[in-house]
T-cell receptor, first 114, second 111 residues
Framework: DVKVTQSSRYLVKRTGEKVFLECVQDMDHENMFWYRQDPGLGLRLIYFSYDVKMKEKGDIPEGYSVSREKKERFSLILESASTNQTSMYLC?????????????FGPGTRLTVL | GQQVMQIPQYQHVQEGEDFTTYCNSSTTLSNIQWYKQRPGGHPVFLIQLVKSGEVKKQKRLTFQFGEAKKNSSLHITATQTTDVGTYFCAGKSGGSYIPTFGRGTSLIVHP
């Protein structure tokens, strides 16, 4: 079974802090994704990566950056957290490109920025 | 940009009743995927549709992809309390690498 893990289930940070969200997958998947999920808005893609050190912006990249130094690990970075970044963050991975393969989601990190 | 509208936002049913959620895209899709998210859980892949007019079944769930590949539906026959959750569609147009998710339909089943 594919396993996608995220470093924290719940996280509370203060405005202006630098925040790191980590995601690890154990199935040698090429593609990894970061989404945020907000009530009534569904899932919105922040960034994705199709290879080590490669990244592409999604629909809402502003205020975020990512890092993929190893194939199994994809990090989401909030350089200076703001209250409007309070949300559920979901990581996903897939072997092939999106739309050609199943996406496997991690359990999510609920981030609260005070 | 591509938009995927999903309706209804919420649906309350009595156990045993049928349920349908609809997705409509502003552009022609190359494929569409459906996911289920249980309360407190994460989205889990259900199915992918690729062909025009495609119909796929998984036990009590029936998925359809429209002839014009701009709409899709998920129908559940005789709902059970285990069907509770939010159902998302996600579509990708041919010219885009990025999928667009619908906002989801939350199904509430009353025993």
């Amino acid at each position: 079974d594919v396993k996608v893990t995220q470093s924290s289930r719940y996280l509370v940070k203060r405005t202006g802090e630098k925040v790191f969200l980590e995601c690890v997958q154990d199935m040698d998947h090429e593609n990894m994704f970061w989404y945020r999920q907000d009530p009534g808005l569904g899932l919105r893609l922040i960034y994705f990566s199709y290879d080590v050190k490669m990244k592409e912006k999604g629909d809402i990249p502003e205020g975020y950056s990512v890092s993929r130094e190893k194939k199994e690990r994809f990090s989401l970075i909030l350089e200076s957290a703001s209250t409007n970044q309070t949300s559920m963050y979901l990581c996903a991975s897939s072997l092939l490109g999106w739309g050609t393969d199943t996406q496997y989601f991690g359990p999510g990190t609920r981030l609260t920025v005070l | 940009g591509q938009q995927v509208m999903q309706i209804p936002q919420y649906q309350h049913v009595q156990e045993g009743e049928d349920f349908t959620t609809y997705c409509n895209s502003s552009t022609t899709l190359s494929n569409i995927q459906w996911y289920k998210q249980r309360p407190g859980g994460h989205p889990v892949f259900l199915i992918q549709l690729v062909k025009s007019g495609e119909v796929k079944k998984q036990k009590r769930l029936t998925f359809q992809f429209g002839e014009a590949k701009k709409n899709s539906s998920l129908h559940i026959t005789a709902t059970q309390t285990t069907d509770v959750g939010t159902y998302f569609c996600a579509g990708k147009s041919g010219g885009s690498y990025i999928p667009t998710f619908g906002r989801g339909t939350s199904l509430i089943v009353h025993p």
